[in-house]
């Protein structure tokens, strides 16, 4: 145990300076000064209790839940990529019910509660396509994602436009359904708890728990999960997909009650597609999830900082996630390799 | 015809993989306008043979002739020029194309859809297959997609036409137009090798018979020349005698039982009015050549396989020791411990109780010889005899009360085979019903008390001898 937390905590360093030393080097071809742009990343993200709390922690708050969503669902052999759609229509369906039921002391679990059904919904549609019809969930979660983004757009539009019908927004949601304020003086809302809750909570049903290792026994070996376990497969798929979709879509509630007060288009600035770098970097490991979010909470938490200060394009920092998620997809293509080396030899 | 040179000579071919002499010595000549059957228990080396008369395999020493010239084939390539032609037991179309399409793969130069549909139309007329040019292969039946590798095969010129097992999968009443088209082509000049192990097959469809056993070619007449009796007496050779297999406890009451079972997959009957016991105390066999029904009558028993008619009686535990054990038995990613509870995943409720797992899984390592330093080492690490030893001591560790094993000592070495048989045979002296399927009639003959031949999805109880099993193994009358 001590040497897995030891190999682990050297990894997670191997990656905190490798990304850094990426991005400075890529700053510096970019022809800016290293030295002031991570200066402002750090200021943006780890810097001051402020920029840790209300920017860092903020943001990392959907790509933990949704990230979770993701490494449940890949574990159980679901490539659900349709996060973002789930969010979306789980923060349409919180907003809608939020502001349609008279503000109360249950509003906020009201809300919270409509954004998993939302995103469950969202993603029952995909499962129905591939239980029935044998359709890819890759292409069915990821269209449906243009089509929740669409959906947006017409509430915002339409029937749940504020009073006023001059922006496309819908009304600010009324104090009682907003998630509290959990650290006076940031905008750390009580839905950063609730992210960490699940994390540990996901990690415990995915190793202490019966139904938790039937999803994984699935993921991993769909025909001995069926010969030698018994199990019900397809129905294991089902579920597994139903509740990924919930994960996401309470990652949407989350954002509209504890960020934007509010439902509007741009509400995720693609949380859903950045949840499957985060899944993919913490190898599917749910305790690996949280400083995964947290690494790319940072960096773009950070960029902004950086685009405000030093005047570096935030736009760098993509280049540098996206070469961060390669080398952990290639680091772990080459492990597979050499544990069926192993397994011949 | 039969004046000219024959269609293909084979001549002392040999062929060693490993340790193993898959053949040693085999001719087999086939005359052209006429269908020869190349007739052998499972393992004598048929489908080897042919696979080196389509340049698949190279043969260590032998020689090949067609039409009388020398012949030598590097790949298959080699041997479609040759105009030799080879339709295999897995059929390899493209699903998501037309028959015309798949036709036309491997070709050269432009592709016309209208052409290519018109040339596989002139094809299947001339051939009398009867094929729809412009349906998708994902469509078709598993008859017309046999007619398409078959019009394939004719598309590249073939006039030498191998098939393996070509009736396996067909139900009775195409199995009879195939071999009767097959006759056709035959007459008109063609030349047809017909790998089979069905008897009657070969006595009722052919001109000339070869038979193999064990590698060798032991016997080679025209079909007129031959009788069942000296067919099947070529096919089993003299055995030695039995080994008695020792038996302390008196056999019991019935545990598991089917009776009258149908069962239908796509259309195809797979099993018909099959009925079959086993008693507490007992190891049946189940003797079959794979494709006769053995696979579902096996499910059938375990519960996994639905019916379409009769009833099966179940004791409450019923272990299943699957043949394919990394595909089935094991999560090679999962711990040992993990995969112990893999054995009834579907019952577990609430948490996982992983500290009485683990002791478990190490009670189970060390009672059946399991070689792992500890339960947490991932499966996929132990070698093939180790993981069987496991999934052998996962199945018999709480003692079920039946027992369904599915060519449980495949691909494990002396040793490793004696601990299973003699695992298994302690589950029956504590008073388990055992069944065991193996393709090796050996290794059933020495384990079994009794013995059940699956053969076209009819199974029929015989004398627990080699000779015996292997005569009902071919559909031979007993």
């Given at each position: 145990?001590?040497y897995?937390?030891?190999r682990n905590?050297t990894a997670?360093?191997?990656?905190?300076?490798g990304?850094?030393?990426?991005?400075?080097?890529i700053?510096?071809v970019?022809?800016y000064a290293?030295?002031p742009?991570l200066?402002?990343?750090?200021?943006g993200s780890f810097?001051?209790w402020?920029?840790f709390?209300?920017?860092?922690?903020?943001?990392?708050?959907?790509l933990?839940i949704?990230?979770i969503a993701t490494?449940?669902?890949?574990?159980?052999?679901v490539?659900?990529?349709?996060?973002e759609?789930?969010?979306?229509?789980?923060?349409?369906?919180a907003?809608?019910v939020?502001?349609g039921?008279?503000?109360g002391?249950?509003s906020?679990p009201?809300?919270l509660?409509a954004?998993?059904?939302?995103g469950?919904?969202?993603?029952?549609?995909?499962?129905?396509?591939?239980?029935?019809?044998?359709?890819?969930?890759?292409?069915?979660?990821?269209m449906l994602n243009a089509?929740?983004i669409?959906?947006?757009g017409?509430?915002?539009h339409?029937p749940?436009?504020?009073?006023?019908?001059?922006y496309?927004?819908?009304?600010?949601i009324?104090?009682?359904?907003?998630?509290?304020?959990?650290?006076?003086g940031?905008?750390?809302h009580a839905g950063?708890?609730?992210a960490?809750?699940l994390?540990?909570?996901?990690w415990?049903?995915?190793?202490q728990t019966?139904a938790?290792?039937?999803?994984?026994?699935v993921g991993a070996?769909?025909?001995?999960a069926a010969?030698t376990g018994r199990?019900?497969?397809?129905?294991?798929v089902f579920?597994v997909?139903v509740a990924?979709g919930?994960?996401?879509?309470?990652?949407?509630?989350?954002?509209?009650q504890?960020v934007?007060l509010?439902l509007?288009?741009s509400?995720?600035?693609?949380?859903?597609y950045?949840?499957?770098?985060?899944a993919l970097?913490?190898?599917l490991?749910p305790?690996a999830?949280?400083?995964s979010?947290l690494l790319?909470?940072?960096?773009?938490?950070g960029?902004?900082a950086?685009?405000?200060?030093a005047?570096?394009?935030s736009v760098?920092?993509k280049?540098?996630?996206a070469?961060?998620i390669?080398?952990?997809l290639?680091?772990?293509?080459r492990?597979?390799?050499r544990?069926a080396v192993?397994?011949?030899? | 015809m039969?004046d000219?040179a024959p269609?293909i000579?084979?001549?002392?071919i040999?062929?060693?993989f490993g340790a193993?002499?898959a053949l040693?010595g085999?001719?087999?000549?086939v005359?052209?306008?006429?269908v020869h059957?190349l007739?052998?228990?499972?393992?004598?080396?048929?489908t080897?043979?042919m696979?080196?008369?389509?340049?698949?395999v190279?043969?260590?020493?032998?020689?090949?002739?067609r039409?009388?010239?020398?012949l030598?084939l590097r790949?298959?390539?080699?041997?479609?020029?040759?105009?030799?032609?080879m339709v295999?037991?897995h059929?390899?179309?493209?699903?998501?194309?037309?028959v015309?399409?798949?036709?036309a793969l491997?070709?050269?130069?432009?592709?016309?859809t209208?052409?290519?549909?018109?040339r596989?139309r002139r094809a299947?007329?001339?051939?009398?297959?009867?094929v729809?040019?412009?349906?998708?292969?994902?469509d078709?039946s598993?008859?017309?997609?046999?007619?398409?590798?078959i019009?394939k095969?004719?598309?590249?010129g073939?006039?030498?036409l191998?098939?393996?097992e070509p009736?396996?999968?067909?139900?009775?009443?195409?199995?009879?137009?195939?071999?009767s088209?097959l006759?056709?082509?035959?007459?008109?000049?063609?030349?047809?090798?017909?790998i089979?192990?069905?008897?009657?097959?070969?006595?009722?469809?052919?001109?000339?018979?070869t038979?193999?056993?064990?590698g060798?070619?032991v016997f080679?007449?025209?079909?007129?020349d031959?009788?069942?009796d000296r067919?099947?007496?070529?096919?089993?050779?003299a055995r030695?005698a039995p080994?008695?297999?020792?038996?302390?406890?008196?056999?019991g009451a019935?545990?598991l039982r089917?009776?009258?079972?149908?069962?239908e997959?796509?259309g195809?009957?797979?099993?018909?009015?099959?009925?079959?016991?086993?008693?507490?105390g007992e190891i049946v066999?189940?003797?079959?050549?794979?494709g006769?029904?053995?696979?579902?009558?096996?499910?059938?028993?375990?519960?996994?396989?639905?019916?379409?008619r009769?009833s099966?009686?179940?004791p409450a535990r019923?272990?299943?020791?699957p043949?394919?054990?990394?595909?089935?038995?094991l999560v090679?990613e999962?711990?040992l411990?993990?995969?112990?509870a893999?054995g009834d995943?579907?019952?577990r409720?609430?948490?996982?109780?992983?500290?009485?797992?683990?002791?478990?899984?190490q009670?189970v390592?060390s009672?059946?010889?399991?070689?792992?330093?500890?339960?947490?080492?991932?499966?996929?690490?132990?070698?093939?005899?180790?993981?069987?030893?496991?999934v052998?001591?996962r199945a018999?560790?709480?003692?079920?009360q039946?027992?369904?094993?599915?060519?449980?000592?495949?691909?494990?070495?002396?040793?490793?085979?004696?601990f299973v048989?003699d695992?298994?045979r302690?589950?029956?002296?504590?008073?388990?019903?055992?069944?065991?399927?193996?393709?090796?009639i050996d290794?059933?003959?020495e384990?079994?008390d009794?013995?059940?031949?699956?053969?076209?999805?009819?199974?029929?109880?015989?004398?627990?001898?080699?000779a015996?099993i292997?005569q009902?193994?071919?559909?031979?009358a007993?």
């Open positions: 145990m001590n897995t937390l030891a905590a997670a360093a191997v990656v905190v300076c990304t850094l030393a990426l991005l400075a080097a700053v510096a970019a022809g290293p030295g742009a200066e402002a990343l750090w200021r810097g001051s402020y920029s709390t209300s920017a860092t922690l903020v943001r990392a708050t959907p933990i949704v990230g490494t449940l669902a890949f574990r159980a052999g490539f659900n990529i349709g996060g759609g789930q969010l979306l229509v789980g923060a349409s369906l907003a809608f939020v502001l039921v008279p503000a002391a249950w906020v009201l809300g509660g954004g998993a059904i939302g469950a919904v969202w993603a029952a549609i995909p499962a129905v396509m591939r239980h029935r019809f044998g359709v890819l969930e890759v292409i069915t979660t990821l089509v929740a669409q959906l947006v017409w509430l915002v339409g749940l436009q504020e009073p006023t019908h001059v496309p927004q819908s009304a600010t009324a104090s009682p359904a907003q998630l509290p304020i959990i650290a006076s940031t905008r750390m950063v708890a609730l960490l809750l994390a540990a909570g996901a415990w049903f995915a190793t019966a938790g290792f039937r999803w994984r026994a070996n769909p025909h001995a010969v199990i019900d497969v397809a129905r294991t579920i997909f990924s919930a994960l996401a879509g309470l990652a949407g509630a989350v954002e509209v504890g934007a509010a509007y288009e509400l995720s600035p693609g949380y859903g950045t949840a499957i770098a985060v970097l913490a190898r490991d305790r999830v949280v400083p979010a790319f909470a940072a960096l773009e938490a960029a902004g950086m685009q405000r200060d005047g570096v394009p760098l920092v280049i540098v996630e070469a961060l390669l080398v952990v290639a680091f772990d293509a492990q597979r390799r544990l192993a397994v011949v030899a | 039969r000219t269609a000579v084979l001549r002392g040999t062929k060693r193993v002499a040693a085999a001719d087999v000549v005359e052209r306008g006429t059957a007739l052998g228990e499972n393992g004598a080396g048929k080897t043979l696979r080196i008369a389509f340049g698949l190279a043969p260590d020493e032998g020689t090949i002739e039409n009388g010239r020398a030598r790949t298959p390539l080699d041997a479609i020029a040759a105009g030799i032609g295999h037991q059929f390899s179309l493209v699903p998501a194309m037309t015309a399409e798949n036709i491997g070709g050269r130069g432009a592709f016309s209208r052409d290519a549909v018109e596989v299947s007329v001339a051939a009398g297959l009867d729809d040019p412009t349906a998708l292969a994902a078709l598993v008859s017309m997609q046999q007619r398409v590798e019009l095969a004719f598309a590249h073939a006039t030498l191998i098939l393996d009736t396996a999968v067909l139900p009775p009443r195409d199995a009879r137009a195939l071999l088209q006759r056709d082509f035959a007459r008109a000049g063609g030349a047809v090798v017909l089979t192990h069905k008897l009657r097959e070969a006595l009722s469809a052919a001109d000339d018979v038979v193999l056993r064990r060798a070619t080679h007449a025209r079909v007129t031959a009788t069942e067919l099947v007496e070529a096919l089993v050779g030695a080994v008695q297999s020792t038996h302390g406890t008196p056999r019935p545990v089917a009776e009258g079972v149908g069962v997959i796509d195809v009957v797979r099993l018909t009015e099959a009925s079959v016991s086993a008693h507490s066999g189940i003797a079959s050549v794979e006769n029904g053995e696979r579902e009558l096996l499910r059938v028993l375990v519960g996994t396989q639905p019916i379409a009769g099966v009686e179940r019923v272990a299943f020791i043949e394919d054990r990394h595909r089935d038995a090679d999962f711990s411990t993990e995969n112990l893999l995943a579907a019952r409720r609430g948490r996982m109780a992983w500290r009485s797992l683990g002791a478990e899984a009670r390592m009672a059946f010889d399991v070689r792992a330093s500890a339960p947490s080492v991932l499966a996929a690490t132990l070698s093939g005899g180790n993981q069987q030893r496991f052998i001591g018999l560790r709480d003692e079920p039946a027992i369904v094993a599915e060519n449980p000592s495949r691909g494990l070495d002396v040793r490793a085979t004696a048989h695992a298994l302690a589950a029956r002296n504590r008073g388990s019903a055992v069944v065991v399927y193996s393709s090796d290794e059933l003959v384990l079994c009794r013995v059940i031949v699956c053969f076209a999805g009819r199974v029929r109880e015989v004398p627990a001898t080699a015996a292997g009902a193994l071919v559909g031979a007993s």
